[in-house]
């Protein structure tokens, strides 16, 4: 008896083919980035609550809605989620950095006194943020955990960079003075001291009068190296 012939697909329905393929696995490849994000927000949040040494990944899978092996398979050790959390949080600090900075200095308006307090209080809210203080936590690790360390080390190097450059990006009345350097790292440095004081009291009235004595000192700064220029 003669074999039946194999049916022929045209072209047409063979690219139906492949595209499904190719739909399957893009739909993966997405699935699984989710799965790595979910879980890079849960070791934040788990920072947050339960402090760096505290976490593990067993925390962080139950936190993120994740199987064990789903966690062992994108990071097959603790160091491996730790290293990987550096990373993601210098791409969202400097996201929420350009967040809460948008729009408050306008290039074709005049720098006011409630413009400059206005981002002032901004780095305030930044330095309060999750973000921030689950970054404190990697920071006092990595003095003591030298691979960590090692991690944290080139990743913020490159963040201070970025973070200088985003300054000069939204706030176009300071980028051109040489005195945007130091006046970015004072605020910088006092925003993030306030923002590790945690049991100081009074906290809410001190951090009010710092805010008011950073603004006056920009001010000031500024007003004179516009007169200058």
């Not at 927000?41 to 899978?61: H, K, P, S």
């Not at 948008?102 to 780095?123: G, M, N, Y």
């Not at 001291?193 to 001190?206: E, F, K, L, T, V």
Request: charged share 25%.
């Amino acid at each position: 008896m003669a074999k039946k012939a194999k049916p022929v697909r045209s072209r047409v329905e063979a690219g139906k083919g492949e595209d499904a393929a190719n739909s399957g696995n893009g739909w993966q490849a997405e699935k699984s980035a989710l799965t790595r994000q979910a879980i890079l927000e849960a070791a934040v949040r788990c920072f947050v609550t339960m402090g760096y040494a505290r976490t593990t990944t067993a925390m962080i899978a139950d936190e993120a809605s994740v199987s064990r092996g789903a966690m062992m398979h994108h990071f097959p050790s603790r160091s491996a989620v730790m290293h990987a959390v550096v990373g993601y949080l210098h791409a969202r600090r400097l996201k929420e950095y350009r967040e809460l900075m948008a729009d408050i200095d306008s290039p074709d308006q005049k720098l006011t006194r409630k413009a400059i307090r206005t981002s002032v209080e901004a780095h305030w809210k930044w330095v309060n943020l999750p973000s921030f203080v689950a970054y404190q936590e990697l920071l006092n690790a990595a003095r003591t955990e030298p691979d960590l360390g090692e991690v944290v080390s080139k990743v913020e190097k490159d963040f201070e960079r970025e973070l200088l450059q985003t300054v000069r990006a939204v706030f176009p009345h300071w980028k051109s003075l040489t005195i945007l350097e130091a006046a970015h790292d004072m605020t910088q440095f006092l925003m993030q001291g306030m923002g590790m004081a945690h049991g100081i009291s009074n906290r809410d009235r001190r951090v009010r009068q710092v805010i008011d004595s950073v603004t006056d000192y920009l001010e000031s700064i500024y007003r004179a190296a516009e007169a200058k220029a």
